[in-house]
């Protein structure tokens, strides 16, 4: 338990931090984007669409958009996804990491039980997100917010925090390798605010399907509005049901090994590992197949509330002054490009997250068994940089053919499919911008840090700038504004240019600064 808070000293309170301090910006910026009582109501009929639900949540207190409502409703959901993200990575890394990496036997030969280091992360789950929980309560009630209401809000983000961190721990115990036992917890992680998301796009309050994820449990507390506890025992009960069911798994397994046994490979390995293309896709085509998966299935279901944004549309004709009097398929068509966005965006912490995968091989001493051969640096940069760019541009086509299909079925228009399909191509050279300055991070060993700093700014103000109002300045210079919303827009050769010149560029300057250090230093 001390050890694994000394490791976490940084990160625990950077996190907190992170959350405490993104809510006091938006307890800073709300005011002044929305300075009245009808300003703030028109945000909330943009809200009642489904579309604006799926986002965001339930849309409780829409009738009386006040700043606690607006923020329980459009953060609360964004805010718990951050903090079960942090849970998974940090019961992974003590739990799985360190037994692959052959610490937890170094522990084990100690007197020390079997069950301790599970324990131990537990126990560091809990910490963690009582700190996050803390810090969030200070922030909001630093906003003038009332107490009960903000602690629930608090105490909601933590339990979803402890069921993602109990889902990281069962899944540690069933694979034995930390990337696959983070990844199924992140994928139930997606799946739980899709079915949150649909769920409450279905209905204003939520439908049935809202309860059946952890994070609709927190936001049906209905904090600032007619506040209730109980949802949250919901969430304490499936954490004690998680964490008893890993500790039942830990016994059945040696050290070591996962309850579901990795696939036995060939006697012989295939020409096609010989070379740094083939092997890294062999190591990487499982992630990618994942990462596909998740997000085919996200953006077929996003897509399929097309009709219901349509039908919103025409039922309450007064939303046309709202988008600037549009047609409702010219809404329905500006409002999927700005889906398409956000799949794009997710696409690019996939390839920042592909990249970064070089630091691990480095370090665990892989990738200078490879260097030993044949295979010059640049050539195995530029191997790893290859998948990247192929798996990328995959991902962005699963989501715009999935966007594109789930539309199509739900207004019946089959031509939606191919431009959307087509159209979500325009942002691969963005999504490799990104993974060209992870990139520069591992050749000139400078930390990753930074490179996440800027994808979290550049998501933030594409997500979240015209809420606040940011000046166009700011708006028409983050990176996701660069590109045009494809395919209700016209894209901009020029800017796609440039912009893939950049991303050569940046891999140029990665390959220079691995090739002027020493691997492993």
Wanted: proline fraction near 4%; charge should be neutral; hydrophobic fraction near 55%.
């Amino acid at each position: 338990m001390a050890v694994g808070l000394r490791r976490d000293r940084v990160r625990i309170p950077v996190w907190a931090l992170a959350v405490g301090g993104l809510i006091a910006y938006f307890g800073a910026a709300i005011p002044v984007a929305y300075p009245d009582a009808a300003a703030l109501q028109t945000r909330a009929e943009i809200m009642k669409e489904p579309s604006g639900a799926f986002m965001t949540g339930p849309g409780y207190g829409l009738d009386d958009y006040t700043f606690g409502v607006l923020l329980a409703n459009e953060m609360l959901g964004m805010v718990a996804v951050a903090v079960a993200v942090m849970s998974i990575f940090l019961v992974v890394r003590h739990t799985r990491a360190e037994e692959e990496a052959g610490r937890a036997d170094l522990v084990r030969a100690g007197v020390v039980g079997r069950d301790a280091p599970l324990a131990a992360a537990l126990v560091l789950l809990v910490v963690a997100n009582a700190a996050v929980a803390l810090v969030l309560l200070g922030a909001l009630l630093a906003n003038g917010l009332a107490p009960v209401d903000s602690g629930a809000v608090a105490a909601g983000v933590a339990v979803v925090g402890l069921v993602f961190g109990g889902v990281a721990a069962v899944t540690a115990q069933l694979s034995e390798h930390a990337r696959t036992a983070s990844g199924a917890a992140g994928g139930l992680l997606g799946l739980a605010y899709v079915l949150r998301g649909v769920g409450d796009a279905a209905q204003q309050g939520g439908s049935a399907l809202s309860w059946a994820s952890p994070i609709g449990w927190a936001q049906q507390t209905r904090a600032f509005v007619d506040l209730r506890w109980w949802p949250l025992l919901l969430g304490v009960a499936l954490c004690v049901v998680l964490v008893v069911a890993a500790f039942a798994l830990t016994a059945r397994r040696d050290v070591g090994a996962g309850l579901v046994a990795a696939r036995r490979g060939r006697a012989d390995a295939r020409r096609t590992l010989l070379s740094p293309v083939g092997l890294t896709w062999r190591t990487e085509r499982a992630a990618i197949a994942w990462w596909g998966v998740g997000l085919g299935v996200f953006a077929v279901l996003t897509g399929s509330m097309a009709q219901g944004i349509v039908d919103s549309f025409e039922a309450q004709p007064q939303l046309a002054e709202v988008f600037g009097g549009a047609s409702a398929d010219d809404v329905l068509g500006s409002t999927l490009s700005a889906f398409l966005t956000f799949f794009a965006m997710a696409v690019a912490v996939y390839a920042v997250v592909s990249v970064n995968r070089l630091g691990r091989e480095e370090d665990e001493g892989r990738t200078g068994v490879v260097l030993a051969t044949a295979v010059s640096r640049p050539a195995w940069l530029r191997g790893s940089l290859l998948v990247t760019v192929v798996g990328s541009a995959a991902l962005l086509l699963v989501s715009g053919l999935g966007l594109g299909a789930g539309a199509a079925v739900s207004v019946g228009d089959p031509g939606l499919a191919g431009p959307f399909a087509v159209g979500s191509l325009a942002y691969l050279p963005l999504v490799l911008c990104f993974a060209g300055l992870a990139a520069v991070a591992h050749g000139w060993r400078a930390g990753t840090w930074w490179v996440w700093a800027l994808l979290v700014a550049s998501i933030l103000v594409g997500l979240y700038g015209p809420l606040f109002r940011l000046p166009d300045a700011v708006l028409d210079a983050a990176p996701f504004a660069l590109v045009a919303r494809v395919p209700s827009e016209s894209v901009s050769v020029g800017a796609l240019v440039a912009t893939a010149a950049t991303a050569l560029v940046l891999a140029a300057v990665a390959t220079a600064g691995l090739g002027r250090r020493d691997v492993s230093s």
